[in-house]
């Protein structure tokens, strides 16, 4: 047999080896919470990458939360907004000062709005008025909560001069609706039917806005203004000037690079008769850095571009 021949011979074999080690190799695990799988994108997204399966871990939900199971290696992917996880990552979220070292950016996803809402029998008009009063602030553990505290203080406002309520968002309604709370804090993507409830109820959405709003945006930089389109829900005949926040797809720093490349390689893919899951341009502009899997992904589709 000549040279040529026997090299051809075992270069064939080797491919075909390296094939069947590739088709044995178990599949790689991606643990997630059930709120981030919930995401039609995410979960149809991920599941088009080869040999990967997804395993639930937790049941997810607030941001804080979120980002403890990131941290404390519960989980490799999660969401939170983007100012929560901006505090968390630098040291700032509680006054411990514990860095959340583990975590990286993935993405920019979409936009989360402030409501403030007041109940149909109050006479409240501002946050200033709030003393004395029962607030709903969001659940435990959430950006609604740390973003209403820092609203209220601003306008002179502590949490011991407030009775607050920490609920779910639909528990909270319910008793807006009813008059056993005064005002309410949530922040939710726009048109939400939970807010919708609320107003249609009767509830009334108030204005964020003025001096002290520029205030609250120096100590929360990833806070910005944002207007309430006019008619979003029932009988808002007017705009609602308020705050948003984005939400962030976050990952583990220990997490394979190759991986993370195919994965925002599947989210960002064109799909026939679905529009982009999110805003490619804004995407890399995470509150904290990149994970280097996602800062390769990015450069290299801006070359090929």
């Not at 969001?138 to 609920?167: F, H, K, M, Y």
């Not at 806005?209 to 029932?234: A, M, N, S």
């Not at 926040?245 to 989210?267: K, S």
Request: hydrophobic share 40%; glycine share 8%; charged share 20%.
């Amino acid at each position: 047999m000549s040279s040529a021949l026997l090299a051809l011979l075992t270069g064939v074999l080797a491919a075909c080896s390296n094939q069947t080690a590739a088709s044995a190799s178990p599949p790689r695990e991606l643990r997630m919470s059930a709120l981030a799988v919930a995401d039609p994108l995410i979960k149809a997204a991920y599941s088009r990458v080869r040999n990967v399966t997804i395993k639930i871990t937790s049941p997810g939900g607030a941001s804080i939360t979120n980002l403890n199971d990131l941290q404390q290696g519960v989980t490799d992917i999660g969401i939170a907004l983007a100012d929560t996880t901006y505090l968390a990552y630098n040291g700032q979220l509680d006054e411990g000062g514990k860095r959340y070292d583990q975590l990286r950016g993935l993405a920019l996803l979409n936009v989360n709005t402030f409501h403030f809402l007041v109940g149909p029998r109050t006479g409240i008009r501002s946050v200033a008025q709030l003393r004395a009063k029962r607030v709903a602030i969001g659940p435990g553990d959430t950006s609604t909560a740390i973003i209403g505290q820092t609203l209220l203080e601003l306008n002179g406002v502590s949490l011991r001069d407030v009775i607050t309520e920490r609920r779910p968002y639909p528990e909270t309604v319910e008793r807006l609706l009813a008059g056993d709370i005064d005002a309410a804090f949530m922040i939710q993507i726009v048109g939400t039917q939970t807010v919708g409830d609320a107003v249609r109820g009767g509830a009334r959405l108030l204005n964020l806005e003025g001096p002290l709003i520029e205030d609250l945006r120096q100590q929360r930089p990833f806070l910005r203004r944002t207007l309430i389109p006019k008619g979003t829900y029932p009988g808002q005949d007017n705009p609602v000037h308020t705050l948003a926040v984005d939400r962030v797809m976050l990952c583990r720093a220990d997490l394979d690079e190759n991986l993370v490349y195919e994965l925002l390689e599947a989210y960002f893919a064109d799909s026939p008769g679905t529009v982009p899951p999110t805003n490619f341009e804004r995407a890399p502009a995470t509150p904290l850095p990149l994970h280097p899997g996602a800062l390769r992904y990015y450069r290299q589709r801006e070359l090929s571009r």
